[in-house]
């Protein structure tokens, strides 16, 4: 068995720190894993699907793309600010759901991009006023 533990920090709860243990058999997540989260004073378990096809087809990605991110995020891969982290509803509750979101750092756009937004935005007033 596989185990990895991370510190996480939930967005809504800027300052508290979490701790997440993710447990898998084999060389992936692919096949399944379970998770736990504590606060330090209260911990929630749950588990991953055996096969994350679908939620892969649900936001347009190869089922390896996914789970390759699915590890990043839980297993530890990438550091944790590369990650927002959320729960809902916020504890304490008998059950949460921890959702994560990749975060982007230093996005250059080309110059011809950032005119078209230019433009967009000018049109977008203009509408406005209409």
Same mark, same amino acid.
């Given at each position: 068995?596989?185990?990895?533990?991370? @510190?996480?920090?939930? !967005?809504?709860? $800027?300052? !508290?720190?979490?701790?997440?243990?993710?447990?898998?058999?084999?060389? &992936?997540?692919? #096949?399944?894993?379970? +998770?736990?989260?504590?606060?330090?004073?209260?911990?929630? !378990?749950?588990?991953?699907?055996?096969?994350?096809?679908?939620?892969? @087809? %649900?936001?347009?990605?190869?089922?390896?793309?996914? +789970?390759?991110?699915?590890?990043?995020? *839980?297993?530890?891969?990438?550091?944790?600010?590369?990650? &927002?982290? !959320?729960? #809902?509803?916020?504890? $304490?509750?008998? &059950?949460?759901? *921890?959702?994560?979101?990749?975060?982007?750092?230093?996005? #250059?756009? &080309?110059?011809?991009?950032?005119?078209?937004?230019?433009?967009?935005?000018?049109? %977008?007033?203009?509408?406005?006023? *209409?």
């Amino acid at each position: 068995m596989n185990t990895a533990v991370r @510190e996480i920090h939930i !967005s809504s709860k $800027p300052g !508290s720190s979490y701790f997440l243990r993710v447990d898998w058999e084999g060389r &992936s997540l692919a #096949s399944g894993f379970r +998770v736990l989260l504590t606060d330090g004073q209260d911990a929630w !378990s749950g588990e991953g699907e055996d096969d994350p096809r679908g939620e892969a @087809e %649900e936001l347009e990605m190869t089922r390896e793309k996914y +789970v390759q991110d699915l590890e990043r995020a *839980l297993a530890g891969a990438e550091p944790p600010d590369s990650y &927002s982290f !959320s729960l #809902s509803p916020e504890p $304490p509750g008998r &059950s949460v759901t *921890l959702t994560y979101e990749k975060m982007q750092k230093e996005i #250059s756009v &080309s110059p011809d991009a950032a005119i078209i937004f230019r433009h967009i935005c000018v049109t %977008e007033s203009q509408n406005v006023h *209409l």
